[in-house]
């Protein structure tokens, strides 16, 4: 279930109640007249299942409450209300399979941002990348991999793409692009001090590495997985079931290819960084590709979802339209 505080401005508050009344799934509605100070109007109150959540906000930012109020939505992680299941009962569809398509652009908004704490975990990721590279250790390949921040930005495309937000297209895009070019930057000056005090060698790079070759062994296996992590991540987010990106995140080799690529430049190792490149790229059109198909696909499936609930509401005994004014 999800909790909604509306500010409503006084003269559209019985438009908003009516809309929730209306809306299937929406229960515990509460209309508070004139407790909103910033700005002025009324709270309204009530809870509404996952499942119609996104019906729901998009006719109150048709109302306009958007810009003359306000729209809060909060998850509720108990809930103890017979009126509340028989609310999910009603509303079509599985809360799990709901998606909320401003929750998503809002959250991805936030994880797709150029900023300086996003550019210091996805240097920090690429530096112990390089670290596992060089000592062809798994287990810092993966920890990086962990730490690498770099799928908010990738999802932020993919919303984007089937959204149409161009905007946060381009923020998106420059978050990975320079987020990565400073990584790796600096992952390079890294490897040349780790170079310079004994701790990194061309040898160590170039040496048989069973545990991390495959980082710049770009193949048909590598885009494979990269689109089977890149639909996951976006069903996780979508579902609001964020543990599930962790496995997303230690499955596919974008930070670790970025790391390899910058260290194998600074010993002039060409074939290995333009092997680690292609396998970086591969990698970011794989989860590209998976996760705008997913979002495509769970859009389309809504859409048949709630054409197929109102058919079977309109041939209900007694179902009457109603007009705007009802």
Known sequence: MLHLRLITPADRTEDVVRLIEKTVGTTHLVVLPGAARNPAGDVVLCDVAREAGDELLGGLQELGLDRTG??????????????????????????????????????????????????????????????????????????????????????????????????????????????????????????????????????????????????????????VVAVLAGAAGMLSLTSAKSGALVGVAISVTTVPAAANAAVALIYSDTNQAGRSTEQLLLNLLGIVLAGTLTLTAQKVFWRLQRRRQRGQEQQQPGHQQQGPGA
């Open 70 to 223: 306000s729209i809060a939505v909060e998850n509720i992680d108990l809930s103890l209300s017979r009126r509340a299941d028989e609310a999910e009962a009603e509303a079509p569809g599985e809360g799990a399979d709901a998606v909320l398509w401003e929750h998503l652009a809002e959250a991805t908004h936030e994880e797709s941002t150029l900023s300086v704490t996003y550019v210091a975990f996805i240097t920090l990721a690429t530096m112990i990348a390089a670290c596992g590279v060089v000592l062809d250790n798994a287990i810092l390949i993966v920890g990086a991999m962990a730490v690498g921040p770099e799928f908010g930005p990738l999802a932020g495309i993919c919303t984007a793409i089937v959204q149409r937000a161009p905007r946060l297209a381009l923020r998106s895009l420059v978050a990975l692009l320079a987020g990565f070019a400073a990584a790796m930057a600096v992952t390079a000056g890294f490897s040349l001090f780790m170079d310079a005090v004994g701790l990194f060698s061309k040898g160590q790079l170039e040496a048989d590495r069973p545990n991390t070759g495959f980082i710049y062994a770009p193949d048909w296996f590598s885009f």
